[in-house]
């Protein structure tokens, strides 16, 4: 009967170091979890910081390309101006020579 007291105690003790053990390594685990998951949420913020900024730069370049395009336009509408009024003044030079002419 000692005896198997004796075991029983040993066994339980054995028992006791395993379930330590188990905890131990979960805990363990479960830092290790959370310093991933911490290091994840910190790139998460930084590629969302990442993404606003180059969504700001973007903005700024397509409103440039906008003023660069409407300066063209422009320009275009006044060379377009300058160019009907040479034509006009051609054909009022053309009409007045060929009445000289005639």
Avoid: G, H, P
């Avoid at 900024?53 to 440039?64: G, I, P, S, T």
């Avoid at 060379?79 to 053309?94: C, F, G, I, P, V």
């Amino acid at each position: 009967a000692q005896e198997a007291r004796d075991e029983a105690i040993k066994f339980k003790k054995e028992l006791a170091m395993v379930v330590e053990n188990s905890k131990k390594e979960a805990e363990k685990k479960a830092a290790e979890a959370a310093e991933k998951s911490k290091a994840l949420e910190a790139a998460a913020k930084e590629a969302r910081q990442e993404a606003t900024k180059l969504k700001k730069e973007l903005a700024v370049v397509v409103e440039d390309s906008q003023k660069k395009a409407e300066a063209m336009a422009s320009k275009a509408a006044e060379n377009t101006k300058s160019l009907e009024a040479a034509a006009q003044e051609a054909r009022d030079e053309a009409t007045k020579f060929k009445k000289e002419l005639a």
